[in-house]
């Protein structure tokens, strides 16, 4: 009876991370940089505003690297409302500028990736503890 709990434990482990990998997954496959723009760092999102013509308060920017050469933009406004994807794949000299500013960004960490961290580690140690405890059954059994 022991050794099915054991092992439908271990399905439910590999199910839950399972999923979470299915979440990770397309942050890690395709990586984005973010910045939130505030008072201080407001230079690049005015070369954002003037080069996409766009009228309104920038709260954040999301890059994404297009193929071959070009880049996407997803543009938050003040009130955190997306308002729509930008695209430059034609690689324009002015928009070279724009584009070095975030290819020299750190990627995002994926969203998931710390629970998939907390989750793995947690998996570890009930694995752990469990074979310890029936490895000490096994010992005074045979005492």
């Known amino acids: 009876m022991k050794k ?8 439910l482990f590999m199910v839950i991370d399972t999923y979470t990998l299915y979440l990770v997954s397309p942050d890690l496959l395709f990586p984005h940089k ?8 407001d230079d690049i999102a005015e070369k954002v505003k003037a080069y996409f013509s766009i009228q309104y308060e920038i ?4 890059y ?17 409302e997306k308002h729509e994807e930008f695209d430059d794949t034609f690689n324009v000299p ?20 710390r629970l998939f ?8 140690l009930a694995v752990t ?13 045979y005492r």
Not at 4 to 11: A, G, K, P, S, T
Not at 117 to 124: G, K, M, Q, W, Y
Not at 129 to 141: A, D, E, G, P, T
């Open 94 to 113: 002015g928009s070279d500028t724009i584009q070095e500013y975030f290819r020299n960004l750190k990627p995002d960490t994926p969203k998931y990736l």
């Open 117 to 124: 961290e907390a989750e793995l580690i947690v998996e570890f």
């Open 34 to 41: 973010s910045i939130y723009v505030t008072n201080q760092d």
């Open 129 to 141: 503890v469990i074979s310890i405890v029936n490895l000490r059954k096994k010992r005074k059994k």
């Open 64 to 80: 994404r690297q297009g193929f071959p050469d070009g880049y996407y933009l997803d543009v938050y406004d003040v009130g955190g």
């Open 4 to 11: 099915v709990v054991f092992i439908v434990m271990l399905i």
């Open 59 to 62: 709260s954040k920017i999301v």
